[in-house]
Nanobody, 121 residues
Framework: QVQLVESGGGLVQAGGSLRLSCAAS????????MGWYRQASGKQRELVAA???????NYADSAKGRFTISRDNAKNTVYLQMNSLKPEDTAVYYC???????????????WGKGTLVSVSS
């Protein structure tokens, strides 16, 4: 019922920029933290950036100074602005959100299907 859908991935050259979007839909009661994770080929999924419901942010060291996470609570959407992209940023980026739906009174983690970001050198 609750779904997260990412968009905005693509192929860019090193130094370029992309903005990822993730919209949550369904029978949502509330959304706590939202975040972006990525998983490169052969590696484990890692946190890129996270943001609380009131806008407190947390970034991986590799993302600091280059990426910016933001959210629009009215639209149940989280964004990731990625600048100065590097080949090392190449990965499938997944949206994550802790969501309380209208059925169960406890926030549960939801994941999007992912969007591929490829950075060429």
């Amino acid at each position: 019922q609750v779904q997260l859908v990412e968009s905005g991935g693509g192929l860019v050259q090193a130094g370029g920029s992309l903005r990822l979007s993730c919209a949550a839909s369904g029978k949502i009661f509330s959304i706590n933290a939202m975040g972006w994770y990525r998983q490169a080929s052969g590696k484990q999924r890692e946190l890129v950036a996270a943001i609380t419901s009131i806008g407190v942010t947390n970034y991986a060291d590799s993302a600091k100074g280059r990426f910016t996470i933001s959210r629009d609570n009215a639209k149940n959407t989280v964004y990731l602005q990625m600048n100065s992209l590097k080949p090392e940023d190449t990965a499938v980026y997944y949206c994550n959100a802790e969501i309380r739906d209208s059925t169960w009174p406890r926030a549960m983690p939801y994941w999007g299907k992912g969007t591929l970001v490829s950075v060429s050198s």
